[in-house]
């Protein structure tokens, strides 16, 4: 005789109100660090080329390099553009692209540097300090975008860090009725997917400039899924529960 399903509450709209407020408060937590991190793109990558707005051009720099100038002129006329008058970044970008004498350096230089930038480079993980002639040096030369030590290190963190979350996410999701089963796998793979693209992109676009349309593709690709998954799991644990109707399945079953 057939044993009767003991699991057929194992979805969201039948979900008890403990799991659903746990589940909630991760989604509700994790939307708001997305956003955030959507600003800080913007106001970081989405500021290389000078403009307001994620665009291509914005990837290039980031990656490959605006080659035709020195990063630290890529950065005060990008994102760092705010952060100090407009005769100290001209002079600043003017000693880069004199060749970056250290006479000027001790002379002129040091002094704007402690004033305006290593208040944030310094003391601030992930920015390098700019106390020193050398540092300076190298950063005064062609722009030639993200290092490798750079690359490697952010690719570690975003594949490690994203994946959790994505995982999570998905695992929520996953407990949503009423969804096709091809569409509901194919959804919480989606975001995976896309970010192995975006992490391999960023390597590709180092070398061939061409790719930062797959940088573009990966980034839309895992922010359309998920937050299709985002808006889905919460409509229904806190509407679908109160529309009257019973959801005797479980949603893990083939």
Request: aromatic share 14%.
């Amino acid at each position: 005789m057939k044993q009767p399903n003991k699991t057929t509450w194992l979805n969201l709209p039948s979900l008890g109100l403990s799991i659903r407020m746990l589940f909630t408060g991760y989604l509700l937590t994790i939307g708001f660090g997305l956003l955030m991190a959507g600003a800080q793109i913007l106001l970081t990558h989405g500021m290389a080329d000078g403009k307001f707005g994620l665009s291509i051009d914005d990837i290039v720099y980031s990656y490959y390099g605006n080659r035709g100038n020195s990063k630290l002129e890529s950065k005060l006329n990008g994102s760092m553009k705010d952060k100090a008058p407009e005769e100290i970044r001209t002079k600043l970008i003017q000693w880069a692209r004199d060749g970056a004498p250290e006479d000027r350096w001790h002379q002129e230089i040091e002094a704007d540097v402690v004033t305006y930038c290593s208040g944030c480079h310094g003391n601030i993980p992930g920015l390098p300090a700019l106390a020193t002639y050398e540092v300076m040096q190298e950063i005064a030369e062609t722009d030639h975008g993200a290092s490798i030590d750079s690359l490697t290190r952010v690719s570690h963190i975003h594949l490690f860090g994203i994946a959790f979350i994505f995982f999570l996410m998905g695992f929520v999701f996953s407990f949503s009725v009423g969804i096709p089963k091809w569409l509901k796998e194919l959804v919480i793979l989606t975001p995976f997917v896309f970010l192995i693209l975006d992490i391999v992109s960023w390597w590709a676009t180092k070398w061939y400039p061409s790719f930062a349309w797959f940088t573009m593709l990966g980034g839309v690709g895992y922010t359309l899924a998920s937050t299709f998954m985002w808006f889905t799991s919460m409509y229904q644990m806190w509407v679908l529960p109160y529309n009257g109707k019973d959801y005797c399945v479980n949603t893990w079953e083939d």
